[in-house]
T-cell receptor, first 113, second 113 residues
Framework: DGGITQSPKYLFRKEGQNVTLSCEQNLNHDAMYWYRQDPGQGLRLIYYSQIVNDFQKGDIAEGYSVSREKKESFPLTVTSAQKNPTAFYLC????????????FGEGSRLTVL | KQEVTQIPAALSVPEGENLVLNCSFTDSAIYNLQWFRQDPGKGLTSLLLIQSSQREQTSGRLNASLDKSSGRSTLYIAASQPGDSATYLCAVSLDGSARQLTFGSGTQLTVLP
């Protein structure tokens, strides 16, 4: 089945540790996105990529890093520089530059202990 | 900067009732508006996409309207069912691309059996 797979679903991290969230899609979409969702707030864009080997910062990129070595994969690393990393992280994909739907993964919930 | 507001934050209705969810945005120069559904702990599912030139879109029991000049959209749900219980988010795009999406914080709907 076509879709977006995020892993892990739940992740606990100690302060000072980097963690990487996985996002894989088999929808053949060029564009992929990472969002952060906090309770009672809308989604905020962290990073996005329109094509392989290229990515751009979103509104809240500080403390995060990404890579786009394959079309299907867009992993997000939450670094120790992110001051408040506990949140729900959502990955999405869509057709680059075309108005249309976004398809979302099931999300990853990161908790910093 | 575009701001999207959804009021109320939460709504409970008895099964079978028709209901309206509201979304307002501050910059009327939008390209399109989307309504999403989010189940607890899950990703978002696109429900309806309205282009700026359109007044409304319909899908089954859902009808979304757009009044660009007043900066408002409504999502009408007919004959509500317990399975409609979820958080509904709206998002606007200034240029049609997902990288320019601004999300509201959502309305949490509970349909009581």
């Amino acid at each position: 089945d076509g879709g977006i797979t995020q892993s892990p679903k739940y992740l606990f991290r100690k302060e000072g540790q980097n963690v990487t969230l996985s996002c894989e899609q088999n929808l053949n979409h060029d564009a992929m996105y990472w969002y952060r969702q906090d309770p009672g707030q809308g989604l905020r864009l962290i990073y996005y990529s329109q094509i392989v080997n290229d990515f751009q910062k979103g509104d809240i990129a500080e403390g995060y890093s990404v890579s786009r070595e394959k079309k299907e994969s867009f992993p997000l690393t939450v670094t120790s520089a992110q001051k408040n990393p506990t949140a729900f992280y959502l990955c999405a994909s869509g057709l680059a530059g075309v108005t249309g739907e976004l398809f979302f993964g099931e999300g990853s919930r990161l908790t910093v202990l | 900067k575009q701001e999207v507001t959804q009021i109320p934050a939460a709504l409970s209705v008895p099964e079978g009732e028709n209901l309206v969810l509201n979304c307002s945005f501050t910059d009327s120069a939008i390209y399109n508006l989307q309504w999403f559904r989010q189940d607890p702990g899950k990703g978002l599912t696109s429900l309806l996409l309205i282009q700026s030139s359109q007044r409304e879109q319909t899908s089954g029991r859902l009808n979304a309207s757009l009044d660009k000049s007043s900066g408002r959209s409504t999502l009408y749900i007919a004959a509500s069912q317990p399975g409609d219980s979820a958080t509904y988010l709206c998002a606007v795009s200034l240029d049609g691309s997902a990288r320019q999406l601004t999300f509201g914080s959502g309305t949490q709907l509970t349909v009581l059996p």
